[in-house]
């Protein structure tokens, strides 16, 4: 059996009440705090460990309790995510459809050709780590798992859950590359000597 508690549900449960905002108002908070780090442990306190030495019940006592030790921390949040509101009023006030449009055309088109299209920056910066040269696989190539050539040698580019996977029947005739995505960069590790190992 299976059972599925709503949020709601909890909070009637422990009697919290219910926090009601119009449309929109809670995404955008959330969005104001995220820049702002406004609940970071750092402004509010680590709460698991202030809930572990919290002994007493109720919401009400628990308020109380968190207030007596972390005082001024609710309204520095507060503060914290007010500026940022502020900076975000000031902002949509300069966004029209022309920078809308730019917006839309960038992720759509730009962006989603960098990420399937990442490939040839791996390669290229490799390529010069090692002072050689690079170029991308043809069709042919591609067909056959790899990506491109550092020297003379085929690469293929995978992603690190290729590691995991690796148990998987694949037979790819190429120094393998793995690389890692993160916000901002993409990470790739790898062997210089597996590069003079398999030449074509």
Same mark, same amino acid.
């Given at each position: ?13 422990? $009697?919290?009440?219910?926090?009601? +905002?119009?449309?929109?108002? *809670?995404?955008? !908070?959330?969005?104001?705090?995220? #820049? %702002?780090?406004?609940? *970071?442990? /750092? ?11 919290? %002994? ?9 309790? #968190? *207030? ?7 309204? $520095?949040?507060?503060? *914290? ?35 399937? /299209? +990442?490939?040839?920056?791996? !390669?290229?910066?490799? %390529?010069?780590?090692?002072?050689? =040269?690079? /170029? ?7 067909? /056959?798992? &790899? =990506?491109? #050539?550092?020297?003379? %040698? ?9 590691? &995991? ?20 960069? &993409? ?14």
């Amino acid at each position: 059996m299976l059972l599925k508690i709503r949020w709601s549900d909890v909070a009637d449960t422990l $009697e919290i009440p219910t926090a009601e +905002f119009p449309k929109y108002v *809670r995404p955008l !908070l959330n969005l104001a705090n995220q #820049y %702002a780090q406004a609940t *970071r442990p /750092r402004i509010v306190g680590q709460m698991s460990e202030l809930m572990e030495k919290f %002994a007493g019940d109720g919401v009400e006592e628990w308020e109380c309790w #968190y *207030r007596q030790r972390k005082p001024g921390a609710i309204d $520095e949040a507060v503060d *914290r995510i007010e500026e940022k509101i502020n900076e975000f009023r000031d902002v949509l006030a300069t966004i029209d459809r022309d920078m809308i449009v730019r917006w839309v055309r960038d992720l759509v088109i730009h962006k989603t050709y960098q990420g399937m /299209r +990442f490939q040839a920056a791996v !390669l290229k910066a490799i %390529a010069a780590a090692m002072n050689t =040269d690079w /170029r991308r696989a043809t069709n042919e190539e591609e067909a /056959r798992g &790899i =990506d491109g #050539y550092i020297g003379t %040698a085929p690469v293929s580019i995978k992603p690190e859950s290729y590691e &995991i996977m690796k148990q998987l029947p694949e037979e790819i005739d190429a120094v393998v590359v793995v690389y890692r995505k993160t916000r901002t960069h &993409i990470e790739v590790e790898f062997d210089p000597s597996n590069f003079t190992s398999v030449q074509r």
